[in-house]
């Protein structure tokens, strides 16, 4: 069975500058999640779908960030503008209605 | 709310000798609690999991983990590293019946040779 993709695996931008980051979860899974890993932290939960519907955004910052899942499959994270603050690793993770979430490799992104 | 606290941001030990990871967890209501190891450049795998079942969770790559209630803890164990387990390792939480987790700040595991 194929895992969760993510692309880019690495992005540099300069500050102020516009980042997507795309994902694609195990087939079937329905509900999907991103994660913001910052350097020596573990992962903070920034939003979850089911299919294509927003479960919790709570700790998204909205007024730079934005996440779609259309048609309850891909997945995008968008940041506009980049602040230096927000160098992390993004993930994106799935699940099956369970508690086992499957992680992708991630998305490190550098804002200098 | 739920939370985790590991003790311990690095952790060395020698090929053959015990890993212990410590994870203290607090919690509104009965918790599930969680372990992954991230290789690095990699994303998380899930080790073990404890749903409220038997309080000691076996998991793969011979790690197990002991839920005690009155300790608030969930500590993660192997009786004998090998190289392999070099890795950092994250205790994460949540709440029954909410798959959202909360993750510690992880702890990082070397093995010397």
């Known amino acids: 069975e194929a895992g969760v993709a993510q692309s880019p695996r690495y992005k540099i931008i300069e500050k102020r500058q516009s980042v997507a980051f795309w994902c694609n979860p195990i087939?079937?899974?329905?509900?999907l999640y991103w994660y913001q890993q910052i350097l020596g932290q573990g992962p903070k939960l920034l939003i979850q779908?089911?299919?294509?519907?927003?479960?919790?955004d709570s700790q998204l910052p909205k007024d730079r960030f934005s996440a779609e899942r259309l048609k309850g499959v891909d997945s995008t994270l968008k940041i506009q503008p980049a602040k230096l603050e927000d160098s992390a690793v993004y993930l994106c993770?799935?699940?099956?209605?369970?508690?086992?979430?499957?992680f992708g490799p991630g998305t490190r992104l550098t804002v200098t | 709310a739920q939370s985790v606290t590991q003790l311990g941001s690095h952790v060395s030990v020698s090929e053959g000798a015990l890993v212990l990871l410590r994870c203290n967890y607090s919690?509104?209501?009965?918790?599930?609690l969680f372990w992954y190891v991230q290789y690095p450049n990699q994303g998380l795998q899930l080790l073990l999991k404890?749903?409220?079942?038997?309080?000691l969770v076996k998991g793969i790559n011979g790690f197990e983990a002991e839920f005690k209630k009155s300790e608030t803890s969930f500590h993660l164990t192997k009786p004998s590293a090998h190289m392999s387990d070099a890795a950092e390792y994250f205790c994460?939480?949540?709440?029954?019946?909410?798959?959202?987790?909360?993750f510690g700040a992880g702890t990082t595991v070397t093995v010397r040779a």
């Open positions: 993770a799935s699940s099956l209605s369970s508690y086992e979430q499957y």
């Open positions: 994460a939480v949540s709440a029954p019946n909410d798959y959202k987790l909360s």
């Open positions: 087939s079937g899974h329905a509900t």
């Open positions: 404890y749903t409220s079942a038997a309080t």
């Open positions: 919690s509104s209501v009965p918790p599930y």
């Open positions: 779908f089911q299919n294509n519907g927003v479960v919790d």
